[in-house]
C-alpha cells in the first residue's frame, strides 16, 4: 500500500533536547511539507521541499530544521530554540509540478509533548 | 499575504440536516482551492478541490463551488451523516510566487442522530 508514515504516534521532550519526527513516504513524490497544528489555529507551514536535496522555510520554520537527502524521507528536527514545541506535527506530500494546484497526502501525525 | 477564512464552530446539527460550511479568500492571482477532512487522531484527507473560478468540487455527497466574484467556496451536503462528524479545513494553493498551500483554522461539525 503506497502513503506516508509518520514515526512515533507520540513523542516527550525534556527541556534543552532536540527531537527528531520521522516522515517517509513511498508515493514517488516529489514535493514534502511539514505542518505544525494547535487548536483554534489549523495547520501552519513550517518547512517544505519541492525536489530533493532542496527545502525552503516556511511561516514558522524558527527553532525547526529540516534534510531531504532522499526522495522518500523528510525527517524534522525540533531544537530547543523552539520555546513551545508541543503541537500536533503533520506531514504531507504531492507529487509535484502541479504548482498550488495538487492534492497534498498526510501522513497520521506525531504528537510532541514537553516533559 | 494570502489567507483563508472560515466559519468558527462547532456546527452540531441532526442526522439528515442541510450543511453549509462558510469559506472565504484573499489571494493574489488565481488560487486553486481545497477542502479536507480530519477524522479525530488522523491526518487530513482531500474532500474535495477546484483550480479555477466556476468550478464544482464533489466527493460522496459534498459539494463546493469556487466564486471568484465572492471570493468564496463554501462546502455544503444536502442531508449530513453521523459518519460525517469530523473537522473541515479550506486550503488554498498559490500558483504563482512560493506556491505554498494556506489552510484555514478548521470547523467542526458535530452530527447528532
Known amino acids: 500500500d503506497g502513503g506516508i508514515t509518520q514515526s512515533p504516534k507520540y513523542l516527550f521532550r525534556k527541556e534543552g533536547q532536540n527531537v527528531t519526527l520521522s516522515c517517509e513516504q513511498n508515493?514517488?513524490?516529489?514535493?514534502m511539507y511539514w505542518y505544525r497544528q494547535d487548536p483554534g489555529q489549523g495547520l501552519r507551514l513550517i518547512y517544505y521541499?519541492?525536489?530533493?536535496?532542496?527545502?525552503q522555510k516556511g511561516d514558522i520554520a524558527e527553532g525547526y530544521s529540516v534534510s531531504r537527502e532522499k526522495k522518500e524521507s523528510f525527517p524534522l528536527t525540533v531544537t530547543s530554540a523552539q520555546k513551545n514545541p508541543t503541537a500536533f506535527y503533520l506531514c504531507?506530500?504531492?507529487?509535484?509540478?502541479?504548482?498550488?494546484?495538487?492534492?497534498?497526502?498526510f501522513g497520521p501525525g506525531t504528537r510532541l509533548l514537553v516533559l | 499575504g494570502d489567507s483563508v477564512t472560515q466559519m468558527e464552530g462547532p456546527v452540531t446539527l441532526s442526522e439528515e440536516a442541510f450543511l453549509t460550511i462558510n469559506c472565504t479568500y484573499t489571494?493574489?492571482?488565481?488560487?486553486?482551492l481545497f477542502w479536507y477532512v480530519q477524522y479525530p487522531g488522523e491526518g487530513l484527507q482531500l474532500l474535495l478541490k477546484?483550480?479555477?473560478?466556476?468550478d464544482k468540487g464533489s466527493n460522496k455527497g459534498f459539494e463546493a463551488t469556487y466564486r471568484k466574484e465572492t471570493t468564496s467556496f463554501h462546502l455544503e451536503k444536502g442531508s449530513v451523516q453521523v459518519s460525517d462528524s469530523a473537522v473541515y479545513f479550506c486550503?488554498?494553493?498559490?500558483?504563482?510566487?512560493?506556491?505554498?498551500?494556506?489552510f484555514g483554522t478548521g470547523t467542526r461539525l458535530k452530527v447528532l442522530a
Open positions: 486550503a488554498l494553493g498559490q500558483t504563482s510566487g512560493t506556491y505554498k498551500y494556506i
Open positions: 477546484a483550480t479555477k473560478a466556476d
Open positions: 489571494a493574489t492571482g488565481y488560487p486553486s
Open positions: 504531507a506530500s504531492s507529487i509535484g509540478g502541479q504548482k498550488g494546484q495538487e492534492t497534498q497526502y
Open positions: 508515493l514517488n513524490h516529489d514535493a
Open positions: 521541499s519541492q525536489i530533493v536535496n532542496d527545502f
